[in-house]
């Protein structure tokens, strides 16, 4: 099915690390980018495949696939990490784009 | 700097059209390819339409195909929106964005969105 799952929400205590995961059948052929969204704000990207971060991103955000599942993992929270963090990805023919429903972090 | 700003939101009554626009500057915008991404009040994002960069390719989500029409303007830098037969389910803010064109397909530039209000 041309979905991508992400757990409701997450939290973690400031300084620890969280790892938010993105499950979709396609993962395997295709990318996961990862956007971060706060309130009244449009997304921004944090990173794209596995460790491509842009420019002002900071390092403590990596990424890793492992078969169907992309995580997006933030080593050493901040305040300022908090938001809505969203997945998405080519689907399985590659022209459309699929958008996991979004994960909430709260750092504690 | 690099900046996409969208207009032409508003309330619109159920069956009309709307028209959004998409303004880029300071990148060469005829290079990329370019996307619509929709956010209902509440809710997550929508992925809605793309268009390739030289405007020969158009795909569309199920939810908006044989309704919208999405085009591009390079010699204006402007990405369209053209909505037509609009429902209350397409309610929502419509970002443009920009497909940074590598293998990895990500949206790198986001506009701030407009937004749309399908209403009677």
């Known amino acids: 099915s041309s979905e991508l799952t992400q757990d409701p929400a997450v939290s973690v205590a400031l300084g620890q690390t969280v790892r938010i995961t993105c499950q979709g059948d396609f993962l395997g052929n295709y990318y996961a980018s990862w956007y971060r969204q706060k309130p009244g704000q449009a997304p921004v990207l944090v990173l794209s495949?596995?460790?491509h971060r842009p420019s002002g991103i900071p390092d403590r955000f990596s990424g890793s696939t492992s078969g169907n599942t992309a995580s997006l993992t933030i080593t050493g929270a901040q305040a300022e990490d908090e938001g809505d963090y969203y997945c998405?990805?080519?689907?399985?023919?590659?022209?459309?784009?699929?958008f996991g429903g979004g994960t909430t972090v709260t750092v504690l | 700097q690099v900046q996409l700003v969208e207009s032409g939101g508003g309330v619109v009554q159920p069956g009309r059209s709307l028209r959004l626009s998409c303004a880029a500057s300071?990148?060469?915008?005829?290079?990329?390819?370019m996307h619509w991404v929709r956010q209902a009040p509440g809710k997550g994002l929508e992925w809605v339409s793309v268009?390739?960069?030289?405007?020969?390719?158009?795909y569309y989500a199920d939810s908006v195909k044989g309704r919208f029409t999405i085009s591009r303007d390079s010699s204006k830098n402007t990405l369209y929106l053209q909505m037509n037969s609009l429902r209350p389910d397409d309610t929502a803010v419509y970002y443009c964005a920009r497909d940074d064109g590598s293998p990895r397909g990500a949206f790198d530039i986001w506009g701030q969105g407009t937004m749309v209000t399908v209403s009677s």
């Open positions: 495949g596995e460790s």
């Open positions: 300071e990148f060469t915008f005829s290079y990329y390819a």
């Open positions: 998405s990805s080519r689907d399985t023919f590659g022209n459309h784009v699929v």
């Open positions: 268009i390739s960069s030289d405007g020969s390719k158009k």
